[in-house]
Nanobody, 118 residues
Framework: QVQLVESGGGLVQPGGSLRLSCEAS????????MNWYRQAPGTERELVAG????????EYADSVKGRFTISRDNAKNTVYLQMNSLKPEDTARYYC???????????WGQGTQVTVSS
């Protein structure tokens, strides 16, 4: 059974930091591209950051470049999102996504809420 379990969300003040984690199971994590998406109420889900299966290529939304860092540990089947200098506009539910285009596979976690507010 495929599972993606996110953790690390919460309430943080503007300028603060959070580290999200997503632990995967039920599939071969090391061959999947991993992504973090977010969705705020009334908006479309958007790609925040992505990392290739070996970790050699990273992708970021312009809105988070220089503030967020995606990384992965294939030995632990876990992907991370380090979020620094958080802004109120970063408030959203953050979702972990596993993607394998060659086999048209796409898995999602349940999400973790991040709220940036003073």
């Amino acid at each position: 059974q495929v599972q993606l379990v996110e953790s690390g969300g919460g309430l943080v003040q503007p300028g603060g930091s959070l580290r999200l984690s997503c632990e995967a199971s039920g599939f071969t994590f090391s061959v999947y591209r991993m992504n973090w998406y977010r969705q705020a109420p009334g908006t479309e889900r958007e790609l925040v950051a992505g990392i290739t299966n070996g970790g050699g290529r990273l992708e970021y939304a312009d809105s988070v470049k220089g503030r967020f860092t995606i990384s992965r540990d294939n030995a632990k089947n876990t992907v991370y999102l380090q979020m620094n200098s958080l802004k109120p506009e970063d408030t959203a539910r953050y979702y972990c996504n596993a993607q394998l285009i060659a086999l048209n596979r796409n898995y999602w976690g349940q999400g973790t809420q991040v709220t940036v507010s003073s």
